[in-house]
């Protein structure tokens, strides 16, 4: 049962324009969510976050917005640069699942940016 | 500030071998986490310590695996015996104290496992 849903599991964006990568989630317990950026042969790096009682949190040229009726929140990257090409990974944490930052993934969204 | 490390970073060993693998995670950090990646699917929880207590470890396979983390300092990873599907990347990664979502979780490279 996937809780956490990365529903494209690739994008490719022109040099310069606006990423966005969505994931969806099921469980309404999620109350705290987070963006990790992967290169092939390491471990995730932490991106950004939001707290469900934001609905928007901004961190230079990368934006998360969260919809808590939708179950839905998304991750712009404006302007996209050729770094940013990795996979993307969603995730959530359900603080009532053991009182612990318990984080459940989504299975990925590979961004490659073109030149 | 040093980050997460896990050692060895690649392993291959055969069916029914035992392997252990480590991590050490940021200095001051409570919280310590296994997850793993299987055939580039998602990265699923296997277990999570507070300090040297086993918080939750629901996400283990089965008993062949084991963690420690005797002095709430390092943790040690035991696949014994191995097992083909037992093969992937397994990530460690730690948090500050305090229970409660927030804290950001940091993850180390990986320990690539293939059994053969």
């Known amino acids: 049962d996937q809780q956490v849903k990365q529903n494209s599991p690739s994008l490719s964006v022109q040099e310069g324009r606006i990423s966005i990568l969505n994931c969806d989630y099921t469980?309404?317990?999620?109350?705290?969510f987070l963006w990790y950026k992967k290169y092939p042969a390491e471990g995730p790096t932490f991106l950004i976050s939001i707290s469900s009682i934001k609905d928007k949190n901004e961190d230079g040229r990368f934006t998360v917005f969260l919809n808590k009726s939708a179950k839905h929140l998304s991750l712009h990257i404006v302007p996209s640069q050729p770094g940013d090409s990795a996979v993307y990974f969603c995730a959530a944490s359900d603080p009532t699942n053991f009182g612990n930052e318990k984080l459940t993934f989504g299975t990925g969204t590979r961004l490659t940016i073109i030149p | 500030e040093a980050g997460v490390t896990q050692f060895p970073s690649h392993s291959v060993i055969e069916k029914g071998q035992t392997v252990t693998l480590r991590c050490d995670p940021i200095s001051g950090h409570d919280n310590l986490y296994w997850y793993r990646r299987v055939m580039g699917k998602e990265i699923k929880f296997l277990l999570h310590?507070?300090?040297?207590?086993?918080?939750?470890e629901s996400g283990m396979p089965n008993n062949r695996f084991l963690a420690e983390r005797t002095g709430g300092t390092y943790s040690t990873l035991k696949v014994q015996p191995a097992e083909l599907e037992d093969s992937g990347v397994y990530f460690c990664?730690?948090?500050?104290?305090?229970?409660?979502?927030?804290?950001?979780?940091?993850f180390g490279e990986g320990s690539w496992l293939t059994v053969v």
């Open positions: 469980n309404s317990m999620f109350d705290y």
């Open positions: 990664a730690s948090s500050r104290g305090g229970q409660g979502s927030g804290n950001t979780i940091y």
């Open positions: 310590f507070v300090k040297e207590s086993k918080q939750d």
